[in-house]
C-alpha cells in the first residue's frame, strides 16, 4: 500500500507539471509606433503634398507596410520592431515667386531602426522631373559564359538611348562607374552623396560638340571590346558596328581601330560582373576641361574599417546636377544601399538574386517602355526609379 | 553460412548462454532496460553480464521524407559494448561505436545534427547526398554505498559531415553528456533514484564552392522556410554552442515485480553565431517533460510488462533583427522576438506478455500511441500542425535448436493522421521553399500500415566467445520505406 501511495504521489506531481507545460501559447512579436513628419524641399511656399503613399519595407523579413496619407496628416504607423527602407511617392503642389506648381514629389530614407516602443522619423521630400534626355536604354554588365563553362568578359555593353524629342549630341558625355559597393555600407566622411555621386573608373565620349548626333528615338552602343565576340565565343554577340568602345586594360583591350575610343578621364572601367556598382551619365560644365575637372573636384573620403582605424581615399566627386541620368545596381541577397542621391535614383535593378549567382550570365538590365508615339517613337519608362523603370534579368537587346 | 551449418551440427554440449541471449531477444527487456536506464539503477537492469563486439550495415530509402534529413540512409556501423559487475558492489558499463553514413538527397540543410539545431539551419535549395563520420564513446560506473547506489555516467560523440561536390559543407559537432545519480531502497523491494545530468554541445558549420561561375542563395532558416533576407546571400559559416541540463525521479522496483515510475525535465539552451556579428542570430530553448507508469512481473515462466508514458516537448526560437549601421560595427542587433515555437505531445502505451522454458518461447505485444505536433512561425505568419494515432501488435519466438538459437519477430502497426494543417500562404508556389513545405507536410501527415520482422541466430563461436547473426527489414506503406539491416556480433 505505502508503494501505490508513494507512486500517485510521483504520478500526481507529474500530471500537474505536465498539463500546465502542454498549453499552448501565442506568438506576439514586439511592434513600436513611427512618428513622421515630411520635410518639404526648401525654397517653396505654400506646399500642399496630396495622394502620398509610404512604403516601408523590413529589410530582415523582407514584408512591405504600406500606408496611404490622407490630406498633409501622417497615418498612424505601428510597425513590428526591425530596421526599415522607407519610400515616400505623391503629389504636390507649391508656390514659387508667385506662380503656382504641380509636380511629382519623392522620399527615401535607408536604414531606418523601428524598436524601444516609439520613434520619430523625418523624411525629406524632393521633387522629380518625369521627363528627361538621354537615358540608359541598357547595361550588360554580366558578361557571358563560354561553351567550356568559363567566364567571358568582354562583350559587355552600355545603350544610350534619346527619350526626348530633340536630336542630342553624344559628344563630351561622361559615364562614371560608382567608387562604392552597393553590397557593402559604410559611413563614409565626409557623406557629399546628397550633392554629388563619388565615381571610380570615368569615360567620355570624345567629340567637339556636334560631332555625334543621336536622333530622337534613336540609340548608340558603347562596347567594352567592339569586335564580334561570336568568333571567339558562339554564346556572345556580334559588337563590332558598337559606335564606341572602352578602351580597357592592356591586358583585355581588343581595338577595333573602326570605332571610337572613350577617353578614360580617371582609371580603366572594367565594369563589375557581379553587379555591385552604380553608374551614372552626365557631362562637365561647358568649357571645363577633365584636368579643371579633376582638380576643383578632388576629395578625400574615410570609412572606419573594422579594426576601428579610419581608411583614407582620394576619390573625385561628379555633382549630382551635373548627373542626367543614374542607375543604381545591387544583387537582392546582399543588397545594402544605394550609391546615389535618392533624387537622381531611388531604386536598384539587378542580374543574379544572390551573390556569384551563376544565373546571371548573358543578362541584362533594360529599360521599360512607357509608350510609342504616334511617329512610332518609343518613350522609355524613366521615373528616376530603377526598380520601377528596369526589367531586371533580361534578355540582351543585343543577343541574337 | 557455413558457420550456422557448423553450430546446427554441433552437440548440446556446446551450451549456449541461453540466460543471455533470452534477455537480448526479450521484447519485455527491451523496454524493461529503460526503466532502468539511470546511473544508479544500472545494477538492477541485466541479470547477465557481457561484452559484445558487433559490426551492422543498414539501408533505407523512402519516397516521401523530411528533406532537411534527406531520402534514404545507408549506415556501417562498428560498435563495443559492455555491461559487467566486477564485485558484489560495483557495476560497469561502456560502449563505443564508429559509423560511417551517407544520406541521400539532403536539400535545405547544410548543417550537422538536425534535431539539436533545428529550425536554424544553414541551407540552400540545392543540396546533394551527404556522407558523415561518428565517433562515439561513453561507459559509466556505480557503486553501492550502504542503502545507497551512486552513479556516474559520461559520454562523448565526435561527428563530421561533408559533400564532395557543391555545395561542399564541412561540419565539426561535438557532443558531451554527464550524468550523476543517487539511489536509495525503499519499501524493501524498490528503489528510489534521482538523476542530474548536463550536456554541452557545439558546432562549427561552413560551406564552400568551387564553381568559377557562382552559386546557389545560401541562407540561414528560421522555421517552417522562413529566413532572414538580410543574413541571406553568401553568409557560409556559423557556430552553434549548446548547453542542457535536466533532472530525473525513478521509481522501479528491485527484482522485477511491481510497479515502477518515472518523471524527467531537461532544458536545452543552443545558441546561433554568425562571424562579424556580434550578438547571436538565434536561440533555440527545448523544455522537456516526461514521464511513465507501468508495472512489471517476471516470476518463474511468465514474463509481463505495461507502460504508459507521456512526454512534452516545447522549443521556442528566438530570432534577431538587425540593423546595417554603416559604420565600424557594421551590422547590429536590434531587436529579438520569439517567432519560433514547436509543440510536441505523446502518448505511447505498451504491454508484453511471454512464455518463456517450454518448447518454444514466445512473447505478444500491443501498441498504441497518440502525438500532437505543432509549429508556428509568425511574421510571416505559417504554421504546420498534425495530430496521428498509431496501434500496433507484434510477436516474438524463440526456439534452440542443437547449438543455435533462433529468434524470429514480427510485427504490423496502423499509423492514422487525425487532422492536419498546413498553412503558409505568403510563400509563392514558384519558389522551391513551397515545394519543399508540402512535401514536407505530405511526409509528416501520411496514414499507412507499417510492417518489420527480423532474425536473429546465436551459436557458439569457440570456446568462450559466442556469435550472433541478425537480419531486419521493415516497410512503412503510407511513406513507401524500405529498411534493412544486417548484424553479426561477437559475445563474450
Known amino acids: ?51 502620398v503613399v509610404l512604403v516601408f519595407k523590413e529589410s530582415n523579413s523582407g514584408v512591405d507596410s504600406t500606408f496611404q496619407m490622407n490630406g498633409s496628416m501622417p497615418p498612424v504607423i505601428i510597425l513590428p520592431d526591425g530596421s526599415y527602407e522607407v519610400t515616400l511617392e505623391g503629389d504636390v503642389e507649391y508656390e514659387l515667386d508667385g506662380v503656382k506648381y504641380s509636380r511629382k514629389i519623392r522620399g527615401h530614407k535607408q536604414g531606418v531602426a523601428v524598436s524601444g516602443g516609439s520613434v520619430t522619423l523625418d523624411i525629406p521630400l524632393f521633387l522629380y522631373d518625369e521627363t528627361a534626355g538621354l537615358v540608359f536604354k541598357e547595361i550588360f554588365f554580366t558578361g557571358t559564359v563560354t561553351p567550356e563553362g568559363k567566364q567571358y568578359n568582354g562583350d559587355k555593353y552600355f545603350i544610350i538611348y534619346n527619350n526626348s524629342e530633340d536630336t542630342l549630341y553624344a559628344d563630351g558625355l561622361v559615364i562614371a562607374e560608382a567608387a562604392f559597393l552597393s553590397t557593402t555600407k559604410r559611413t563614409y566622411d565626409p557623406d557629399v552623396m546628397p550633392e554629388a555621386f563619388t565615381p571610380g573608373s570615368i569615360v567620355m565620349i570624345p567629340g567637339k560638340g556636334t560631332d555625334h548626333p543621336i536622333y530622337p528615338g534613336k540609340q548608340i552602343v558603347v562596347a567594352n571590346n567592339a569586335i564580334n565576340h561570336k568568333e571567339y565565343n558562339p554564346n556572345s554577340f556580334d559588337l563590332s558596328k558598337s559606335e564606341f568602345e572602352l ?38 560644365p561647358e568649357g571645363t576641361t577633365i584636368d579643371q575637372y579633376k582638380e576643383t573636384q578632388k576629395y578625400t573620403y574615410s570609412y572606419i574599417q573594422t579594426n576601428g582605424t579610419p581608411r583614407y581615399t582620394e576619390g573625385y566627386k561628379f555633382p549630382n546636377s551635373w548627373i542626367i541620368d543614374a542607375v543604381n545596381l545591387s544583387v537582392p541577397a546582399v543588397f545594402e544601399w ?56 533580361a534578355r540582351p537587346s543585343l543577343m541574337q | 553460412m557455413a558457420i550456422l551449418g557448423a553450430a546446427f551440427t554441433a552437440g548440446a554440449q556446446d551450451s549456449l548462454p541461453v540466460r543471455l541471449i533470452r534477455e537480448q531477444t526479450s521484447p519485455v527487456v527491451f523496454l524493461r532496460d529503460e526503466v532502468y536506464a539511470s546511473p544508479s539503477l544500472k545494477v538492477y537492469q541485466r541479470e547477465t553480464t557481457w561484452s559484445r563486439l558487433s559490426a551492422s550495415f543498414r539501408h533505407a530509402n523512402q519516397e516521401l521524407y523530411l528533406q532537411q534529413e534527406g531520402s534514404g540512409r545507408q549506415t556501417f556501423n562498428v560498435h563495443s559494448e559492455t555491461y559487467l559487475k566486477p564485485g558484489p558492489k560495483a557495476t560497469v558499463w561502456g560502449q563505443a561505436y564508429y559509423s560511417s553514413e551517407e544520406l541521400y538527397k539532403v536539400k535545405f540543410n547544410e548543417t550537422a545534427d538536425y534535431h539539436m539545431v533545428y529550425p536554424y539551419l544553414m541551407a540552400d535549395s540545392v543540396g546533394g547526398d551527404l556522407k558523415s563520420e561518428t565517433y562515439a564513446f561513453a561507459g559509466g560506473l556505480a557503486k553501492a554505498a550502504g542503502a545507497y547506489q551512486l552513479g556516474l555516467h559520461a559520454g562523448f560523440k565526435g561527428l563530421q559531415s561533408y559533400r564532395d561536390r557543391d555545395p561542399r559543407p564541412e561540419n565539426i559537432s561535438s557532443t558531451i553528456n554527464l550524468g550523476l545519480s543517487a539511489s536509495r531502497k525503499v519499501l524493501e523491494r524498490y528503489a528510489l533514484g534521482l538523476d542530474l545530468n548536463g550536456v554541452k554541445y557545439g558546432q562549427n ?9 557562382g552559386y546557389p542563395l545560401v541562407y540561414h532558416e528560421a522555421g517552417l522556410g522562413a529566413y532572414n533576407e538580410f543574413l541571406a546571400g553568401s553568409r557560409t ?63 518463474d515462466r511468465r514474463h509481463f510488462i505495461a507502460e504508459l508514458r507521456a512526454a512534452t516537448v516545447k522549443r521556442e526560437g ?158 512503412h506503406s503510407g511513406i513507401d520505406k524500405k529498411a534493412v539491416r544486417v548484424m553479426t556480433a561477437f559475445q563474450f
Open chain 1, 1 to 51: 500500500m505505502r508503494q501505490f501511495k508513494l507512486l500517485l504521489f510521483i504520478l500526481a506531481v507529474a500530471g500537474t507539471v505536465f498539463t500546465a507545460a502542454c498549453k499552448k501559447d501565442n506568438l506576439t512579436i514586439r511592434q513600436s509606433d513611427v512618428g513622421l513628419t515630411l520635410t518639404p524641399p526648401a525654397g517653396l511656399q505654400n506646399v500642399r503634398t496630396s495622394n
Open chain 1, 247 to 284: 578602351t580597357m586594360l592592356g591586358s583585355i583591350n581588343v581595338d577595333n581601330p573602326q570605332v571610337p575610343d572613350l577617353v578614360n578621364v580617371n582609371g580603366f572601367m572594367t565594369m563589375h560582373n557581379r553587379g555591385f556598382k552604380s553608374y551614372i551619365m552626365g557631362r562637365l
Open chain 2, 237 to 299: 559559416k556559423a557556430s552553434f554552442e549548446g548547453l542542457g541540463y535536466g533532472m530525473a525521479l525513478h521509481f522501479a522496483p528491485v527484482q522485477y515485480k511491481g510497479w515502477f515510475a518515472r518523471a524527467g525535465y531537461n532544458r536545452l539552451n543552443m545558441r546561433k553565431r554568425l562571424p562579424d556579428i556580434i550578438a547571436d542570430i538565434s536561440t533555440v530553448h527545448e523544455n522537456t517533460l516526461n514521464g511513465a507508469v507501468g508495472y512489471m512481473l517476471d516470476a
Open chain 2, 318 to 475: 528566438t530570432e534577431a533583427r538587425f540593423i546595417n549601421t554603416g559604420g565600424a560595427n557594421g551590422v547590429q542587433k536590434i531587436a529579438e522576438d520569439v517567432r519560433y515555437v514547436h509543440d510536441v505531445t505523446t502518448f505511447r502505451f505498451r504491454t508484453v506478455y511471454g512464455r518463456s522454458g517450454g518448447a518454444i518461447d514466445w512473447f505478444a505485444g500491443l501498441e498504441a500511441g497518440y502525438e500532437d505536433n505543432a509549429q508556428q512561425y509568425v511574421m510571416p505568419n505559417r504554421e504546420l500542425s498534425y495530430s496521428q494515432v498509431l496501434a500496433g501488435a507484434d510477436v516474438t519466438v524463440r526456439k534452440q535448436l542443437g547449438g543455435i538459437m533462433l529468434s524470429l519477430n514480427a510485427k504490423a502497426q496502423r499509423q492514422e493522421n487525425l487532422e492536419s494543417t498546413g498553412r503558409w500562404n505568403d510563400v509563392s508556389p514558384q519558389r522551391a521553399i513551397f515545394t519543399m513545405l508540402n512535401s514536407n507536410f505530405a511526409y509528416l501527415t501520411t496514414s499507412g500500415m507499417n510492417y518489420g520482422g527480423g532474425l536473429r541466430a546465436d551459436f557458439r563461436l569457440t570456446g568462450k566467445v559466442f556469435c550472433f547473426i541478425s537480419a531486419d527489414a521493415a516497410y
Open chain 2, 205 to 213: 558549420n561552413k560551406l564552400d564552392f568551387v564553381s568559377e561561375l
Open chain 1, 338 to 393: 544605394i550609391l546615389t542621391a535618392p533624387a537622381l535614383d531611388m531604386g536598384w535593378t539587378y542580374c543574379g538574386k544572390v551573390d556569384s549567382d551563376d544565373g546571371r550570365y548573358g543578362k541584362s538590365v533594360k529599360r521599360a517602355v512607357l509608350s510609342t508615339n504616334p511617329d512610332g517613337r518609343v518613350i522609355l519608362k524613366d521615373t528616376n526609379n530603377s526598380t520601377k523603370d528596369f526589367e531586371a534579368e
